[in-house]
């Protein structure tokens, strides 16, 4: 594959090493063997606010950040502790200027941690909805929700990672196993989110698909991610583009390495790739306690430390707060770099109008109580009213409900079983259908499978402010349902020529501080089978009842086999994720109030040996886990394609009651692709420029009167003279080999946020009419799949996705003509000598299919040629 661009960054040792100026615990980084990954350095951190479109915001940063002491702007960028606050994490504030403390809180699916809050299917559920609005008014109400509570910075949409690893325990944050879905549905969701004012915040930069070893503390190191430039460019790094160009206000950074070198200090990485390359212009924070090093992550470009403290949570020091302010005294990290860090967090806040009545945090995630410790991590802390219970749903049940709906996905249904009809005779059999019977709640962050499974656990969770579970919401319908809310089969149960079966599975996973039935966040006991047995129940339900529906709660991809190809086992569903709403968007689709439009957002194999022995779950006790992306781009149906294998459901999968005719496609060119390689970028406008000589130790002395809370990480120091006065000896400071403050070059894949913004001129857009042939309402999902030709030099999958739309409710016999965008970049590889991204001229040998999923395409087109249907 591609030369690397990642050096060997070999990080030495976890714990701090040796400093002159500081004690600030940075990795030092030495040369391995040239075989090894490689992560170069990449200096000075570009400064943000060259963008028009931030341009307001930044002068208005400008204004405050030129008046601050030190000690505010050092207090913007660390968080005041774990526990110090009613949020995940909180910046420190600077009331002078009217800057409180920001609330940094999950998750991407809805408040963690609180009350009267909207729990929204998780990402895997909205991709597979495959519709882009849906996805934006989630986001709205995602957002509006995060401004109601006071959550100034909500930590989502997670688009990474990206379903590598089949049993990752997150993908179900995320939208689906290919960078385009992924990509749409993090934009999408920026986008709604930010138009409330709430400052979203996209995760995991970069490579942390799995949860096991995922962490880097004193004891151990986090596993290194390796991948090569083009992987990274044209796969894992295409989402983040996407939220780049969706003008989002914060990406956080990874726990593990990337290419041996921890992602919350790789130059590379966030100056190079995240600040020059794709033009970012938010601020950069930490994963939690993911900070490993001080001047090291301040010269990489970090721009917050979350929740701020060091090597060891609740000790009350940090790698920041008085350290960074030391660094700065001592001449170790720049003074530029702090005000640019500042900038850049200010103006996020600016741009989404914080500045503009945006409420206070009105809840605690640490207690439902009313009252309670304003700083639980402290020892001895003041207690106020922290919970105001304020109701923040609004009608935000109505966007759950459609998005769990929508996303229902039907594989088969033999007969047309389905839908179900008010009178027939109903036997419901799993857990999976039913309550908690341990309450609503009952386990910290859903760190059990208990009842119908409505999203997986740890952070990427809200509570339920409710539940309809499938029960619940059958009984409502149908008098004729009984049910059997258990996992063995009872022996006892009758059956009827006429019964319907319905048989509820599930399959679960999380992060990997909660493990729950042997499973350490990812499906490392479970493997991707049913959970409880449920494969047993599903053949005992087949054994005794001659039509049988299986409903499937999943976190991901599900093996099948042992009873899906049984007689009885008519019809199958995937509900993904449902959140709240379990219950009634399942019934909307049971009984036929609407035709499942849902498609699989990842592939369906027959056995987990389908996939390529790259992507397993890494254990290793002892030393760093080198994980080689050795499959490269070739991840889910890009493999299958590759190796011929046949999955049992393809990606982009998905039945409905009615069904649908594709005809009259067209192809239309719009810019035309006259050269390989975009047009020059746009040259890179002014920054803010603030004077760069060092502030007086007296800013960042103690305050006289401060009321101090013990360990809590404040930005002062005991003696701030001693550290200024390093800055006039003669010890230097051991720079990172290739650090450098001369700016380099504007890369030229670089030019606006995302990227050249040439690579987003729509070469072309096919048009094509769907027509509903059957006899029911329903709507059809478009998915536009491209096969890149040979001339490019680089094998590349025969299919990949896109584009897709999705059509209106259509009635029997109605039509709607679809508009398919194809840009620059959608056929354009990433070609690693010139370090820019590359199309066919004109398009020339570009095939564009259309269809139903990857493997049902209805229509195919040439560039510059003609469409047929197929
Ligand atoms: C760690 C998780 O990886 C991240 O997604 C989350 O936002 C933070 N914890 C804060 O809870």
Redesign the pocket.
Known sequence: MAPRWLSIALLAAVLPSCTLATPMGDHLETRASNDDPFSPPYYPAPNGGWRSNWAEAYQKAHSVVSNMTLAEKVNLTTGTGIYMGPC??QTGSVPRFGIPNLC?????LGV?NTDHNTAFPPGITVGATFDKHLMYERGVGLGEEARGKGVNVL??P?VGPMGRKPRGG?NW?GFGFDPVLQGIGGAQTIKGMQSTGAIA?L??FIG?EQEMH?MSSVVTQGYSSNIDDRTLHEFYLWPFAEGVRAEVGSV?I??NDLNKSACSQNSKLINGVLKDELGFQGFVVT????HLGGVSSALAGLDMS??GDGAIPLFGDSYWGPELSRSILNGTVPVERLNDMASRILAAWFKMGQDQDYPLPNFSSNTEDEKGLLYPGALFSPSGIVNQYVNVQADHDITARAVARDAITLLKNEGDLLPLRRNDSLKIFGTDAGSDPKGLNSCADKGCNRGVLTMGW???TSKLPYLITPQEAIANISSMAEFYITDSFPSSVEASSDDIAVVFINSDSG?N?ITVDGNPGDRTASGLHAWHNGDDLVKAAANRFSQVVVVIHTVGPIILEEWIDLDPVKAVLIAHLPGQEAGYSLTDVLFGAHSPSGHLPYTIPYQESNYPSSVGVLQQPFGQIQDPYTEGIYIDYRHFLKEGIKPRYPFGHGLSYTSFEFSNPSISILTPLNSAYPPSRPSKGPTPSYPTTIPPASEVAWPKNLNRIWRYLYPYLDNPESAAAVANSSKTYPYPDGYSTDPKPPPRAGGAEGGNPALWDIAFSVQVTVTNTGRRPGRAVAQLYVDLPDSLGLDTPSRQLRQFEKTKMLGPGESETLTLDVTRKDVSVWDVVVQDWKAAVAGEGVRVYVGESVLDLRVDCEVGGRCSTL
């Open positions: 995940a994490g940094l809180h999950d998750s991407p963690r930590l989502g997670s997150r944050e915040c995760k995991h942390n995922r956080m990874a726990y994963d939690w306690l993911a979350m929740p740890g952070s990427g992060e501080f």
